[in-house]
């Protein structure tokens, strides 16, 4: 366990303030363990997987993070059906498979975050998303108790799911036989696609905003109200993709929170749309 750990660290926008505590657990006790710590100290505690869907404020979180990653990582092939620990990076699920001959998530190539992450999050790519391959999910709740949910009892929506105050601990995906070098030469062909046309080498934590229904997506309408390289501190929108704000180096994450704020007002005054947030906003 870290004390004042900066969670700059552990987060692809590599800004923010510290946690008070950061858990790195081997297995499941050690989650039970950390949720314990946060209820008899009376801190808020949260789930951090890869910290690629979030931007930490400058003040750090107050309380427990628990970081989701290795011990709690197994992949395993049951027949056709893929049991995967909350902590194996989601790229690694999509590439493992694909050799495997299954098809069902390969095309999460690009994601990179967790599986516990991309779960909680419903997170997507090329038009297929978690909800559609999950069949269970085994989640701890805040009193450390296990239990398996099926799909069925699971709301998904875009970018976003129903369970609540659990950490994922495991997933189970019902995938389909494919060949794997057809599903190596499509992954190949996404990965060209993503290093073209988003900003690979700077920190991000990918879309801001969701996309909104309708045939026009966020980075669109951004890009159609002008914004594409608008600039905060080190905050920038980025000119390759407009639903990116990437750190340009030395941002901090009130630049980010003042150009998502110019962001929304522009788009809602030039477009009449409402950009709805993707990335968690902690602390
Ligand atoms: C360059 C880039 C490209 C991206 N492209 C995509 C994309 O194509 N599609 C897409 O959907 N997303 C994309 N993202 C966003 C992000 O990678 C996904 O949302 C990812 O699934 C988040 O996983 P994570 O482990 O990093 O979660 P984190 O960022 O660590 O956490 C995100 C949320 O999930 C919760 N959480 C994390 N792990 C657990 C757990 N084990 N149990 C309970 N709650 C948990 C956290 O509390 C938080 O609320 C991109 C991000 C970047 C930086």
Redesign the pocket.
Known sequence: MLENEPLARH???RLGGPARYLVLPADPDDVAKALDLAQERGLPW?????????LVKDAGYPGVVIR?GKG?DRFEMKGATAIVG??LA?PLLARRTAEAGFAGVER?I?????????????????GA?FAEVLTEAT?MDAKGKIKQVPRKQISFKY?SSN?GA????EAKLALIEEPPAKLKEMQARLFRW?KAG???DQP????VFKNPSGTRTAGMLIDESGLKGFTIGGAQVSPLHAN?IVNTGNATAADVVKAIEHVRKTVAKKTGVELEL???V?G
């Open positions: 987060t692809t926008y949260l789930a951090l997987g890869l910290g690629s869907n979030v989701i709690l909350a902590g989601t999460f690009g994601i990179p975050g967790t599986v516990g992450g991309g779960v909680y999050m419903n997170a997507g790519a090329h998303e989640v970018r369970l659990v950490v994922v601990l993503r988003t900003p690979f991000c934590c990918g879309s990116y993707e990335v968690k902690i």
